[in-house]
């Protein structure tokens, strides 16, 4: 438990300062005529350029890796402050939401297909594996999320989130070229995802056992 607790906490902390750095920028960002789904496109294609540059590795790792890292980085920093922008300008919209929730799953997808397909090219068809299973858990951890929430439910628990997928393909790339195998954060990638769906699985079961029990006692 206090190992678990420990986790959360580091997690909190650089949460909560991403969000504070966010926030500074967001409301100069506000005073502009900037919207919040103009951000979430421009993150988006972003990321899209990433997903294009990778598999031209082949060429020049450094220049392609390090070109599609910086790009997958870039994207997911508009990507957190599209929500803050929509929030502190008071332009939150359901579809702005909803198409934000969109981009997030299918660049981080894009960006996974081009790792595969590097993988692919050189005949890894492990790593390939593992690549599909990282993207079938990225897309349930944030499902699961959605589906906790949508009953009223805490969802959020786990290791696996986006800010930390966001994370482990960044360094994966940058390190790549320096002789890191690539093929390592894909595993950890995959393991943690998996992990924090299972985590959330127990939470949400947890969470309507507390409920039940709670209402059995009045």
Known sequence: MNRTAAVGSVKQGYTD??????????????????SPNA?????????????????FEDRNKYLFYWLGAALFIVGSILDILDGALA???????????????????????????AIALVFARAGDEVSVVFCVVAVAGSFLVSYARAKAELIGLKGDVGIGSRAERVIVISS??????????????IYLLAATAWLTVVHRILSVRNQLRKEAHGFDQR
């Open 39 to 55: 951000l979430t496109t421009a993150g988006f294609s972003l990321c899209a350029a990433a997903a294009v540059a990778i598999p």
């Open 17 to 34: 300062g991403t969000r504070r750095l966010a926030s500074r920028y967001v409301r100069r960002l506000a005073r502009t005529r900037v």
């Open 172 to 185: 994966g790339l940058i390190l790549a070229p320096l002789g890191v195998p690539l093929q390592w954060f």
């Open 87 to 113: 929030r502190e300008s008071d332009r939150a919209t359901p579809f702005g939401e909803f198409l934000d929730s969109l981009a997030d799953r299918v660049s981080e997808g894009f960006v996974l297909a």
